[in-house]
């Protein structure tokens, strides 16, 4: 299990030291001192770049840093213009930041304006402001899907809370490119008169968190949730309601008990006790839509502790294995009702499932399991009656998770073994060894799922494959 320590005594000795120094001067302030703020510049790119300004290509992800440069033919104003070479499919992807090296006060502004057009009609798959290495992007704001034509127009990214930008850097970025075969790529964008704007048009702020939803978490003294699904919605002058998602610093969280939960400006929430709490949100003074009610029974006991060696185990989600694959825990499938979590239980990591109908761990990578014999997980229940289905997937030689639309059942080379978690204990953990039989017994070397009914509310940990 991990612990951590925070060591704080050098601060409080600094903070105090400051305190005696402030306290001992003969001379105070003058009401007329006027402290310095930073340049309220708004300009990003008009004709060149603004004052301090410069390209930070997303390298490491893999973004191509010379699609980029400067246009002087293509322009919709003045004598240059932004250029991006957007790749074809397999050869990167356009990505990168504009940021300063001075520190900007857009608080007088409204949004972020800008011209564009492309070579063919194309959807940007995110554009936007605030990614800053010195903030930890605690004001990023993004647009998804943004339409762009063969012709130069306007595109406007509303502020979501001015005031909170007394000092920034992360001026503009964007990110597209082609994500499978037959995507959109091989074409070129154009930007010009990028910079922020108090238009005076932007209005009907609706915030939401959870985007909107009521969620409702079961949840354990000393684990950890995370305010998701961050959005501001405003009516700009064109007549349509343009929505961002937002970084949860723009809010003011407040918890109904501080005793059972609280909330940090990051939208971290940290459950302390038992009982419930019910976590909501405003931002520039409106109430936020969605809500998190955490209903906490107090202390989670730690899982058992796996005793297989690490040669016989490909693991999925242990803290004591190295993972076999990275996985997708929250798939997104349709029609479902799952919120799933990964909760911290003092330092420990658990999956944390509520209001389940059918979800699913989606493995990044295939798990040749030919050489194992069983899956392992531990089950923790806080309500009589609960019972969970889980469904062994291989995926065959094709790669591919296929279900048939009526059934639900897998086609083509899929294979499947289904298995009921039954007998769950309330308040304790439930091991369960399930072996891999059926049509697996013959094909499990492509195992790419693990299905999950029933529920509603259950935590898993030490998800792993294993032979004894």
Known sequence: MKNTKYIKGHFILLFSFMILLLGSCERSFSDDVEFATFPANGDVFIDNFSAGLDYFPFVDAGADPEAFSVETEEVFSGTAAMRFDVPSFGNGFVGATF????????????ALTFY??????????????????????????????LQVSTRWEKYVVPIPDASKLIS??????????????????????????????????????????????????QAFDGSSLTITGTTQTFNLASGINQTVVIAPSYFNFASSDIEVAQVSELGEVSVIGAGTA????????VLAQGSLEVTSSGSLPFAPTPMQPQENVKSIFSDLYV?????????????????????????????????NNFTGIIFENT??????????????????????GIQIRDIGANQMIETDVNTGFP?????????????????????????????????????????LVGGPNFLFDNVYFYTE
């Open 99 to 110: 940021n300063t090296t001075a520190n900007r006060d857009l608080s007088g502004f409204d």
């Open 323 to 355: 993972n076999d694959t990275e996985s997708n825990f929250s798939p997104g499938f349709g029609g479902s009702t799952t919120q799933t979590t990964v909760s911290s239980n003092n330092g420990d990591a658990v999956l944390n499932y509520s209001n």
């Open 411 to 451: 086609i083509g080379d899929d294979v499947d073994f289904r298995f009921d978690l039954t007998g769950l204990a309330v308040g304790q953990w439930t091991s369960f060894d399930i072996p891999l039989s059926g049509d697996l017994a013959s094909q499990r070397n492509n195992l790419g799922a693990l299905i």
């Open 116 to 145: 564009a057009k492309a070579s063919q009609s194309a959807t940007i798959d995110a554009i936007g402001f605030g990614i800053s290495g010195e903030t930890n992007n605690r004001f990023q704001t993004t647009l998804f899907g």
């Open 168 to 217: 920034e850097t992360g001026m503009f970025w964007l990110a597209e490119g082609a994500s499978f075969e037959g995507d959109e790529g091989g074409y070129v964008i154009w930007f010009d008169e990028i910079r922020f704007e108090k238009l005076g048009t932007v209005a009907q702020p609706s915030p939401a968190i959870f985007l909107g939803q009521d969620v409702s978490e």
């Open 278 to 285: 019910e976590i909501t949100a405003t931002l520039g003074g």
């Open 367 to 388: 798990v040749d399991a030919s050489p194992l014999t069983f899956l392992h997980v531990d089950v923790y229940v806080q309500e009589a009656g609960t019972q969970v």
